[in-house]
């Protein structure tokens, strides 16, 4: 929002040679000037008044969808396609655009950070120790086995530690809780894919995965700002996703607002202004608009800061019974209602999504990759 002033105009009056009329002019500019200050004061306090009073009494109203970075494979939608009968193939090719079923290299070692040890695991024994921590042991076993597969694929490829380690055992890479998490479904869905991880052009792929898509999965180079785009992790509709996190809606004081945007708040916060989406369509760039100003940020940073599940979201304000949508730039407008949900899954962990460090190139604080199903 630009900077806005007020502006007077003096007339001019012409001017006078006898010293009594000048006299009288100056003092006439006296009681002009000490008057406007009077009117020009009082001015200020009522339009400050005034806003104060707008700004205390408006709702900052989000309505978002999903949890997680959006790339690769929903968690709740593989549930949702497993409960509609697709195999754990159909799902994976679904997520993952182009790509086929491999083998992983015989003795494929991985090694973990677990603490401040690293522990270096037979790719088996490591995935056992991950499935059950990363998606519920009663769900279909259509799902299990993707995500085994998933899981697989995302511990070969990823690289968090350098040469020192692959992985770490938190929701920065995949949830790794060892022996005690493993469960005889987990396992079996394990077995039963053994071995296999997904390929595109013959190579395995990196397999990010998350807890919710609200409907439709990410592009991987506006999730992860900087990451290479690859043929695999495009955005595709996600039809059976209809999780808990599938739609939601938060509403936050103008107050609390100003507080959690912090120093990207110029003056006294007044609403946020969307630039550009992804295709899903998660928020890209977006302004915070304050009385003195605005600031450019991204999706990432503001649902980081406002405590959101996901940067897919559509702000409006709400004052008294009056809701007006905010300024949105991208094209894209909110849904008027989410789409009903078929089915009621089973509850299962939250967290930001597998594979959180992100890809190469990707900033640190982007969650990508092995998520725990939510």
Not at 82 to 102: C, N, Q, V
Request: net charge negative; charged share 15%.
């Amino acid at each position: 929002m630009p900077n806005t002033s007020s502006t007077y105009h003096r007339d001019s009056s012409g001017s006078r040679t006898a010293s009594a009329d000048l006299l009288a002019v100056l003092a006439g500019v006296v009681v002009a000037a000490l008057t406007l200050g009077v009117l020009l004061l009082c001015a200020s306090s009522a339009d400050a008044a005034a806003t104060a009073s707008g700004s205390s009494g408006a709702t900052l109203v989000i309505d978002g969808a999903g949890d997680g970075h959006g790339v690769g494979m929903s968690q709740d939608g593989a549930l949702g396609y497993a409960e509609h009968g697709f195999s754990y193939s159909t799902i994976l090719a679904h997520y993952y655009t182009g790509t086929a079923l491999g083998q992983a290299p015989a003795g494929t070692r991985v090694k973990v950070l677990v603490g401040d040890r690293v522990k270096t695991l037979p790719l088996e024994s490591y995935v056992r120790g991950v499935v059950a921590a990363e998606m519920p042991a009663s769900w279909p076993l259509a799902a299990l086995e993707a995500q085994a597969v998933a899981s697989r694929t995302y511990a070969i490829t990823a690289d968090a530690g350098g040469a020192r380690f692959d992985v770490y055992s938190d929701t920065r890479s995949q949830m790794y809780l060892g022996k005690s998490a493993e469960t005889a479904a987990t396992n079996g869905a394990i077995a039963a894919t053994a071995g296999q991880v997904v390929t595109y052009a013959g190579k395995p792929a990196i397999t990010y995965f998350f807890a919710s898509s609200g409907g439709h999965t990410e592009d991987v180079q506006d999730a992860f700002p900087g990451a290479a785009a690859q043929p695999w992790l495009v955005g595709v509709a996600d039809p059976y996703d209809q999780g808990p996190e599938h739609s939601w809606t938060e509403s936050l004081s103008f107050a609390t607002a100003d507080r959690r945007l912090g120093g990207l708040v110029k003056g006294a916060f007044a609403g946020i202004e969307v630039l550009t989406r992804g295709s899903s369509p998660r928020i890209l760039t977006a302004y915070v608009l304050g009385s003195a100003g605005r600031t450019l940020t991204s999706g990432d940073e503001l649902a980081a800061r406002l405590g959101l599940d996901d940067t897919w979201a559509y702000f409006s304000v709400k004052r008294g019974t009056s809701v007006v949508s905010e300024p949105d730039r991208s094209g894209s407008t909110a849904p008027a209602s989410p789409p009903p949900a078929t089915s009621t899954p089973t509850a299962a962990p939250s967290g930001p999504g597998g594979g959180a460090q992100g890809p190469a190139g990707a900033p640190e604080a982007s969650a990508a990759g092995g998520a725990v199903a939510g």
